[in-house]
Each structure stands twice: as C-alpha cells, then as structure tokens.
C-alpha cells in the first residue's frame, strides 16, 4: 500500500543533541512537507519541499534542517539551536493537483530529557 | 493576523445536535480549502474538501465564502464519535496551512 512512514514513533533526546526524524514516502508525490504540533495547537510548517533538490523554509524554521537528496525522503534534524523541541513532528505529501489530499504519516513525538 | 484562523474551542454538545465551525482566512488567492479530523495522539485525516458551490456528506456539509473569506462545517445529529478535533485548512498556492482546530466533545 503507498503511504508515508515516519520513524521512530518515539524519540528522546537530551538537551544539546541534533536529532533527525525520518520521512518516507513511495506515493511518487513532488512535494512533502514537515509540521510541529504543540499540545492543544494547530499544525504549524517547519519546511516544505515542492521537487527534489528544493525546499523552503516555512513559519518556524529556525533550529531545523531538512534535505531533499531523493524523492521518496524528507529527513528533518532537529538541532541545538531549537530551544524548545518538544512536540509531535508530522510529515505530509500532497497529492497533486489543485484540490489536493494532504497524506500523513503516524507522527513522531520527540521529548527533551 | 494569522493566516487562518478558526473558532476557539472546546464546543461540548449533547448527542444529537447540530454544531457549526467557521474559519477565516488572510489570503485572497488561495485556492482550496479542507476540513481535516484528528484524533488524540492521531495524525490528521480528511474530512472534506470544499468546494465553491457547497458540498454534502452525510451528515456534513461545508460551504465556502469567498468575498469573506471564510469556510465553515456544519456536523447535523452529532454522534459521540464525532469527538475530535477538526482542522481548517488552506492551500494559498504551494503550501497548506492549518487552523489552531476546534475540539468538539459530543456528550451522551
């Protein structure tokens, strides 16, 4: 079955460590796309990548990183630099097209130990 | 002003009612509109999208209203299953941008 599979489910870090959450997808989509999402909060966009080789930062993109080497991958790093880490990470594709379904993976939720 | 903003929740209803949400947003140009469920600890799942002309399912419709920019979901009969949270959001050309959510609690 085509989807997006996001790994690890869990992760803790420790304060001052780079972390990367991984996204993968075998949808054939261009674009992808990382969102945080605190307690009680919206989604809010991180970074987005529209083709391979490209990605633009979205409204919170400072203390990550992503890269955009393959189609079907769209690893995100946490780094030091995001003072407040905690929260759970989804990774997204569009389908194209102008109406287009938004596919999700299951989330990681990353904690700061 | 954010992008899109939706109704402050959280909306407690009895089993039974009708429950209406609305969301506005900023960009004029943006092209589609959704309506997404999430469930606790859950990933986002469609809903519906809009469409200029209103749309129906089952239970639910939405309608969207471009001269005031604003999108709306009206959930008829609401069922305890329908306990989530329910995400607008906008595709103002490139990028989706979500809504804060509403949290919808349908009691017995």
């Known amino acids: 079955d085509g989807g997006i599979t996001q790994s690890p489910k869990y992760l803790f870090r420790k304060e001052g460590q780079n972390v990367t959450l991984s996204c993968e997808q075998n949808l054939n989509h261009d674009a992808m796309y990382w969102y945080r999402q605190d307690p009680g909060q919206g989604l809010r966009l991180i970074y987005y990548s529209q083709i391979v080789n490209d990605f633009q930062k979205g409204d919170i993109a400072e203390g990550y990183s992503v890269s955009r080497e393959k189609k079907e991958s769209f690893p995100l790093t946490v780094t030091s630099a995001q003072k407040n880490p905690t929260a759970f990470y989804l990774c997204a594709s569009p389908s194209p097209g102008p109406n287009t379904e938004a596919f999700f993976g299951q989330g990681t939720r990353l904690t700061v130990v | 002003r954010k992008e899109v903003e939706q109704d402050p929740g959280p909306f407690n209803v009895p089993e039974g009612a009708t429950v209406a949400f609305n969301c506005t947003y900023s960009?004029?140009?943006?092209?589609?509109f959704f309506w997404y469920r999430q469930d606790c600890r859950k990933e986002p799942k469609l809903l519906m999208s809009?469409?200029?002309s209103g749309n129906e399912d089952g239970r639910f419709t939405a309608q969207l209203n471009r001269a005031s920019q604003y999108i709306s979901l009206l959930i008829r009969d609401s069922k305890l299953s329908d306990s989530a949270t329910y995400l607008c959001v906008v595709n103002p050309g490139g990028k989706l941008i979500f809504g804060q959510g509403t949290e919808l609690s349908v009691k017995p």
């Open positions: 960009n004029s140009a943006s092209q589609s």
């Open positions: 809009v469409y200029s």
